[in-house]
C-alpha cells in the first residue's frame, strides 16, 4: 500500500480536519503526516497534499510524481520545487471560482455605489448624495481570465457592465473586451472605472502595477486587489490615492500578511482593507477535488493539468 503525504503549515486543529475530510474521500489511501513517515518509507511516496508549506520539506520525498495544493495560489512552491520533474497540481474548485465571483460582484458594487464614503458621512452625519452610476456606464476591467478571472467576468456580465480583461493568451467573448500584451494592458488601463486584480503571482506580475501602469487608470478610477498583495506596487498605490487620482482601493491580500497593526494603510480612508477573505478554500469542496484527482490517477495513471513552473502559474 502507498502512503501519501500531508505536509503543511498549518495549526494542528486546522490540519487534523483537512486530513479527516481527505480520508473520507480516499478510504483505500494512507495519509500520514511527515513525523509519521521514515526515511525508508519517504524514498517511496509519490503523491504529496500540500497547504502552502515550506518547499524544503518536500525534499525528503525523493520519488515524489505529483504535488497537490489546497491551495489554488502557489507561488511559494513554483519559485521552490526542488525536483524539477515533479508535477504540481493546484487546486480548481468550482465552488472557489463562485465564491470569489461573488465577492467581486459584492466589492465592486460597493465602489459603484460609494458604500465607503457613505460609511464615512455616517461617521461625521453629514447628508450629500453623490453621483449613482448606473452598471451599463461603469468600465470594469478584470486582470487575469483564468478560473477565477473569468468566474467574475460571468457574474459581472450578468449586470450588464461595460466589461474588459486582460490576459497572457487573447480571449474570445462574445460581450467582453479581451486584451493581451503590454500594450493591451495599458489600453484597457486608459479606458477603466474599476480594476479588479486577479492575477497570479509570478516573475512577470510582481510588481506589475507599479506608478506608471497605475497612473494609466483615468483621474478617480478604483481598484480592488483580489489574487496577491506583491502584484501591486503599494507605494504608487499610497501615493495615487494621496493625490487624488485613485479614489478607492479595496485590498485583500498584502505583501506581508497578516498587515501589520502600525501599517499606515489600515487607517487611510481611502483603503478598504480585508483580511485575506475573498474566497476562503471550503474544506468539503477542495476535499472532494483532491480526492477526485487523486484516484483517477490511481485508476487510470493521469495527472491532472498541472502548473507551468517556467510561467509560474
Ligand atoms: P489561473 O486559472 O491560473 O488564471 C490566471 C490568469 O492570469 C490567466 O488568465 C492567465 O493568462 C493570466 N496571467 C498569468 N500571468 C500573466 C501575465 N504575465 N500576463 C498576463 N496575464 C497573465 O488562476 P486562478 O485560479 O484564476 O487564480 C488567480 C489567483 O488568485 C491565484 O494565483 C491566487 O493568487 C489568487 N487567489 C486569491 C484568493 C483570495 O482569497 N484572495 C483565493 C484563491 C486564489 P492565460 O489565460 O493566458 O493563461
Redesign the pocket.
Known amino acids: 500500500m502507498k502512503i501519501i503525504v500531508f505536509i503543511s503549515e498549518l495549526e494542528s486543529d486546522i490540519q487534523q480536519q483537512w486530513l479527516a475530510l481527505i480520508k473520507q474521500q480516499l478510504i483505500n489511501e494512507t495519509i500520514l503526516l511527515p513525523h509519521q513517515i521514515s526515511d525508508t518509507q519517504a524514498k517511496s511516496i509519490d503523491i504529496a497534499i500540500v497547504a502552502n508549506p515550506n518547499p524544503n520539506d518536500l525534499a525528503r520525498y525523493t520519488d515524489l510524481i505529483w504535488i497537490q495544493s489546497l491551495w ?2 502557489v507561488e511559494k512552491l513554483t519559485s521552490g520545487i526542488l525536483n524539477k520533474s515533479v508535477k504540481l497540481v493546484r487546486l ?1 474548485d468550482p465552488q ?1 471560482a463562485q465564491t ?1 465571483a461573488e465577492s467581486v460582484l459584492a466589492w465592486t458594487l460597493y465602489l459603484q455605489r460609494n458604500m465607503a464614503e457613505y460609511a464615512q458621512q455616517q461617521a461625521s452625519k453629514r447628508w450629500n448624495q453623490l453621483p449613482c452610476i448606473s452598471s451599463n456606464e461603469l468600465r470594469v476591467s478584470v486582470l ?6 473569468s468566474a467574475a467576468l460571468n457574474a459581472l456580465n450578468k449586470l450588464e457592465y461595460q466589461l474588459s480583461c ?4 487573447p480571449k474570445q467573448y462574445h460581450d467582453i473586451k479581451s486584451y ?1 500584451d503590454f500594450n493591451g494592458l495599458k489600453i484597457m488601463l486608459g479606458k477603466t472605472d474599476i480594476l479588479i486584480n ?5 516573475q ?2 510582481h510588481h506589475l502595477l507599479d506608478k506608471e501602469l497605475l497612473s494609466e487608470l483615468p483621474k478617480g478610477s478604483k481598484l480592488i486587489n ?3 498583495g506583491a502584484v501591486i506596487d503599494t507605494h504608487a498605490l499610497l501615493e495615487l490615492l494621496e493625490i487624488g487620482h485613485l479614489s478607492h482601493a479595496v485590498l ?2 498584502f505583501e506581508q500578511e497578516p498587515l501589520a497593526s502600525s501599517d499606515p494603510v489600515w487607517s487611510n480612508p481611502k483603503i478598504t482593507v480585508l483580511p ?5 478554500t471550503n474544506m468539503h469542496t477542495a476535499s472532494e477535488v483532491v480526492g477526485n484527482n487523486i484516484k483517477m490517477y490511481r485508476e487510470n495513471n493521469v495527472i491532472p493539468k498541472s502548473v507551468d513552473i517556467k ?1 509560474g ?1
Request: net charge positive; charged share 10%; aromatic share 8%.
Open positions: 489554488a495560489g480548481i472557489l470569489m487575469g481570465a483564468g478560473t477565477l478571472g486582460w490576459s497572457r493568451t493581451s486577479l492575477l497570479p503571482l509570478t512577470q506580475t483580489f489574487s496577491r485583500d491580500v485575506h477573505i475573498s474566497a476562503p510561467q502559474y
